[in-house]
């Protein structure tokens, strides 16, 4: 792991916009916190519209910006998600394990994820605060069969304790960097192919159903 954080003198390689999406107060900021700054803050507010942070670091020896999106889960943000959703190629459906209407919600949340990005984006469905394993709402075999059905990724975490975080942000990022190396990316022809240091805008996934490997596992990934 010594060399999985780049320099960032590095020529970036790629820029991957991930999308945190779900209900409010399910834990989207603290997982972002813990993954760009390995912080936990205990008198984190709501988020307000939208916020985003970047983490760089080397996959298979190219240097990754990874661009991660959150915005709050309330109603009456949900104007902004055309734009929120714009060029990204990863997204995190995020439920609190301990609110099983969090869960719930995570149907709709898909479908205006799938509603609003590309079709074939890198998916993964997020069970957060899995440290509260006696107030668990949400069963491990139901989040697995809805990933499962809908062909996402899956996990649970803990951003309080840091479980699995860097691990769920590292293997979406694989994913999509592993369709790209493998050319089923396709860059829409007004993207600046001279600026590798900007957002792949217009950027399209191609994946075949067959090529996406299930990830699932209970308060760990599976091995």
Known sequence: MSNLYGDFNQKIDYVFKVVLIGDSAVGKTQLLARFARNQFNVDSKATIGVEFQTKT?????????????????????????????????????????????????????????????????????????????????VPTEDAQEFAQRENLFFTETSALEATNVETAFLTILTEIYRIISKKTLSVNADADSTDNSGLLKGTRIVVPNQELEQKQGGCCFAS
């Open 57 to 137: 670091l080397v996959i298979d020896n190219k240097t990754v910006k990874a661009q991660i999106w959150d915005t709050a889960g309330q109603e009456r943000y949900r104007a902004v998600t055309s734009a929120y959703y714009r060029g990204a190629v990863g997204a995190m459906l995020v439920y609190d394990m301990t609110k099983r209407q969090s869960f719930d919600h995570m149907a709709r949340w898909l479908e205006e994820l799938r509603g609003h990005a590309d079709k074939n984006i890198v998916i993964m469905l997020i069970g957060n605060k899995c440290d509260l394993g006696t107030l668990r709402a």
